[in-house]
């Protein structure tokens, strides 16, 4: 199991927890934007992190191997989330969804790096996005207060409603899919997917600045009052606390699970791991820590200090298979036959450009040229402009003159 965590500074920390020598090792340190790290989202050994820079930035950390960089929004990158399918013995995502102060929410091709399709609707910032895990439904929520719903099969928003505050996260129950949370302020609030009824609010002290899931029934938060807290679900009340985690406030919280099938039992995970603004990582065993109302402060197990201003955290699985997942394809590989890799799909259109570091970049004249796609899941896209029909149009009007 292995952490990374984003920083102010654009630098992004990576490190391998040994938990029986109780200590992290520093697996890499690495400018990976021109700007401060914003989000950071992982699925197995593939990380990706949004920079203020409006760039997507993608990495194996199991082969410790920069992927490349994806270019497409026109604002800083706010939020990402990995979509992988609900039945797959892969350990990998299938679409990569991105959101940005620019008001639009990107969907990626993990397969092969393609931009599928760019869906606007937001009048102002995305703050923060949650994909289903049936890969058909997404949650977003902006900076002026508005909550959408999106149909992924048509790619485009259902559904509005104006909250009474502005909400800075939203996440679907990661399991089954029947509830979702939506941070509010210091307020945790917690919803029933189909009847959109709430069922909990969870009041914390302060803002909450972050939160992890893993398991339906407990939700995790940091925030503004340095204490990390963990939030049964079913009844929404506190499992447990940890007072005093930092000197400051704090930014991530990610969750490492000790054995195999402790979700499923769900098990409090033995070890929760913090970030901080004062440059800290901790680990934290559950096991030490004492009922919720108890203020005493325990120990942290072991951590380690970065002297950055850390700004998000993510756990990230083991190595992936060989060969399983591509890098971000560069320019000269832009003629390959994409319609090989999913039998359904018709060409994409390619934005590319012949950069070292294999990237991703909007050519302006191929908007023009776009045909109807359809990803190899759930999501359909479909982009048609209407230069391509006046196109086609005067080629039939010369060919009957």
Not at 123 to 148: C, I, P, W
Request: charged letters at 25%; hydrophobic letters at 30%; a positive charge.
């Amino acid at each position: 199991m292995k952490l990374v965590a984003g920083s102010y500074e654009r630098f992004l920390w990576g490190w391998k927890v040994q938990a029986n020598e109780k200590k992290l090792q520093l697996a890499f340190s690495y400018p990976a934007h021109l700007g401060p790290v914003k989000c950071i989202a992982a699925c197995g050994s593939i990380v990706a992190t949004g920079g203020s820079d409006d760039t997507i930035k993608v990495y194996d950390v199991g082969a410790q191997k920069d992927m490349g960089s994806l270019y497409e929004h026109q604002g800083a990158v706010t939020c990402l989330d990995f979509l992988k399918p609900e039945v797959s013995h892969l350990n990998r995502p299938t679409h990569l969804f991105s959101g940005s102060e620019d008001g639009t929410i990107c969907i990626w091709d993990t397969d092969s790096w393609i931009h599928l399709k760019t869906m606007k609707s937001h009048k102002t910032a995305v703050n923060s996005l949650s994909v289903h895990r049936s890969g058909k439904v997404a949650l977003s929520v902006e900076k002026d207060g508005h909550l959408k719903m999106w149909n992924l099969l048509k790619g485009r928003c259902t559904f509005t409603t104006k909250q009474s505050s502005e909400s800075t996260w939203i996440k679907f129950a990661p399991q089954s899919g029947e509830s979702y949370s939506v941070v509010k302020e210091e307020k945790l609030e917690i919803y029933n997917v189909e009847t959109g009824k709430m069922l909990h609010t969870c009041d914390n002290e302060k803002r909450v600045l972050c939160m992890a899931q893993n398991q339906d029934d407990l939700i995790f938060t940091g925030g503004e009052d340095s204490i990390i807290r963990c939030w049964d679900t079913r009844s929404g009340q506190l499992a447990i606390t940890v007072p005093n985690a930092h000197s400051s406030r704090i930014r991530g919280v990610a969750l490492l699970n000790s054995r195999q099938g402790a979700l499923e039992s769900g098990e409090i995970p033995q070890f929760i791991a913090s970030a901080s603004s004062d440059g800290t990582v901790r680990i934290w065993d559950t096991r030490m820590v004492q009922e919720a109302n108890d203020p005493m402060s325990p120990e942290p197990i072991f951590e380690t200090s970065t002297k950055s201003r850390l700004t998000c955290l993510v756990a990230c699985g083991s190595m992936r298979k060989a060969g399983s997942l591509n890098t971000v394809p560069s320019n000269e590989e832009g003629s390959r036959d994409v319609g090989k890799e999913a039998a359904d799909a018709q060409p994409l259109t390619k934005k590319r450009v012949a950069d070292g570091s294999a990237s991703l970049k909007s050519s302006k004249g191929s908007d023009k040229s776009q045909k109807k796609v359809h990803a190899t899941s759930s999501v359909k896209v479909e982009k048609a402009t209407t230069g391509g029909r006046k196109k086609r149009k005067r080629s039939q009007k010369n060919a009957k003159s």
